[in-house]
């Protein structure tokens, strides 16, 4: 977890050590480390953010960009909600999403719960196409070639997730998406 959070810390990229984490932990101990050591790095980062860039961008933003402003109060009134969407649908770089969510004003336990809640799927997805992979390599025959093939799945049903997940009714206002 200390190696993943401190991954995520310095911005280098988190998935060869979600796919670590199912090889060596397995399924369901690997999802949980891997859900941890996530939440703990983006907590990092985004503290870092707060802590080092928060006043600075504050400072260049007051007053010149209403819009930012805008964006800046909407993340605070919404920064669950905000952070679950992104983080259930990754259209943001992980460590990007960290380090920028510091610069706004989302509270940091919004924050955690966005992203904890919001990494468990992909986390889950990604750490048992590990562990199904290195259970084929292990030889278990014709079990490990469903888990492979159910991991597949997963992952392209990953894939379509925000496709599927930006659809909404027609009857709904467009300023309910945030």
Do not use: H
């Not at 969510?101 to 919004?110: K, P, V």
Request: net charge positive.
């Amino acid at each position: 977890m200390a190696i993943y959070a401190l991954a995520c810390l310095a911005a280098l990229p988190a998935t060869p050590l979600t796919l670590a984490g199912g090889v060596v932990f397995g399924v369901w101990k690997g999802t949980v480390l891997n859900v941890a050591g996530a939440t703990l790095g983006a907590a990092l980062g985004f503290l870092a953010a707060r802590l080092l860039g928060r006043e600075a961008v504050g400072a260049l933003v007051k007053g010149k960009f209403k819009s930012l402003e805008a964006v800046d109060l909407t993340a605070r009134k919404s920064g669950f909600q905000i952070i679950l969407r992104l983080r259930l649908l990754p259209v943001v770089p992980f460590n990007a999403l960290n380090f920028g969510a510091g610069l706004t004003q989302i509270r940091f336990w919004d924050f955690i719960a966005g992203t904890a809640l919001g990494i468990i799927p992909g986390a889950f997805i990604y750490t048992y196409s590990a562990d199904a992979i290195a259970s084929g390599v292990a030889g278990e025959g014709k079990k490990a070639f469903y888990r492979i093939f159910i991991a597949g799945v997963l992952l392209a049903s990953l894939s379509f997730a925000p496709k599927l997940l930006r659809r909404r009714p027609k009857n709904r206002a467009p300023d309910q998406d945030l």
